[in-house]
């Protein structure tokens, strides 16, 4: 579990030669920790009669250009959406907006279960969902939006037939990457989810089984910490997106260089050569505690700044 504190902070958003004060503090709900900030300060009334600049959030001024490389989404979309959540480029945009200042922005900070999605099973939207109810019924003045990582920033593929990043999506994420400690700073909640064991694995995750090697020819393959994946394969391949690929006639592999060895070895002596392959089908599982995630320490760090 999360250990028990309250943190009370005072600080000052600067907007032209405005301020905005907030007070932060924190609970212990459910096993998670909610941040709350409550904003005093400006008035709807005294909103109307500023200049458009000024009806901004602060969040919004965490980097230049900001609502182009990152989307708010609006809490009150999430219980229709599907599990697993869709990446943030496959929402409709009806389900963004640009905060304003009377809204309630959340910043989630949250483990990623596997390499490829962080909550295929939705252990961790339900205990975000309530969290974030929660600080909406402390905090709510306006619209309640949602920064989570996933629905948020442009994200990889999770499953087969979606497409790459574009090389425009590449950049708006590398953007995204920048500004959120300032962001994690600048929204009115962080939201620390964190489940209180890991999320169940796919029914078929680790299963260890074999092919002949001349069928890996159809597959890409890629390099990720020290382990082979297939992150692209043709559609009538029986081997999954993102399986590992252990070894090649009981030689380990633990580079593409290696398969590929091992494969044109095996093709020059012609005789039958088999790959041990592991299924992964949202890639490799993450078992570190959160304490241990350089991202998630980041995060909280700067909820408490």
């Known amino acids: 579990g999360l ?134 019924a402390e905090h709510m003045s306006g619209e309640a939006l949602l920064f989570y990582d996933y629905l948020s920033v442009t994200q990889r593929p999770f499953r087969k037939g979606q497409a790459e990043r574009s090389e425009l999506q590449q950049r708006y994420f590398e953007a995204a990457l920048k500004a959120m400690p300032r962001l994690y700073i600048l929204a009115d909640a962080v939201l620390h989810v964190e489940p209180p064991a890991f999320s169940s694995p796919a029914h078929d995750d680790g299963e260890v089984y074999s092919v002949d090697c001349s069928r890996l020819y159809g597959a890409t393959l890629a390099e990720f910490n020290s382990e082979v994946q297939i992150v692209g394969m043709r559609e009538c391949e029986s081997f999954g997106l993102f399986d590992r690929v252990l070894s090649v006639d009981g030689v380990a592999v633990k580079s593409v260089a290696d398969v590929r060895k091992a494969m044109q070895s095996a093709e020059l002596k012609r005789t039958p050569s088999f790959a041990l392959l592991e299924r992964a089908p949202f890639g490799p599982r993450n078992l570190s505690p959160a304490s241990d995630r350089g991202w998630i320490y980041l995060e909280r760090f700067c909820s408490m700044v």
């Open 3 to 136: 250990t028990k504190f309250v943190l009370r902070v005072k600080r000052v958003h600067t907007l032209g030669n405005m301020g905005v004060s907030s007070v932060l503090c924190s609970e212990e709900i459910h096993g998670s920790t909610v941040l709350q900030k409550s904003k005093s300060g400006r008035q709807k009334d005294d909103v109307a009669k500023m200049p458009d600049d000024f009806t901004m959030h602060p969040v919004c001024q965490a980097a230049k250009d900001l609502n182009k490389n990152v989307d708010f989404v609006l809490l009150s979309t999430l219980p229709a959406l599907p599990h697993p959540w869709p990446r943030n480029q496959d929402l409709p945009r009806s389900m963004v907006s640009i905060p304003s200042t009377n809204d309630l922005v959340l910043a989630v900070s949250h483990t990623w279960f596997y390499q490829r999605h962080p909550d295929p099973f939705g252990t961790e939207s339900i205990i975000t969902l309530d969290l974030a109810r929660r600080a909406v």
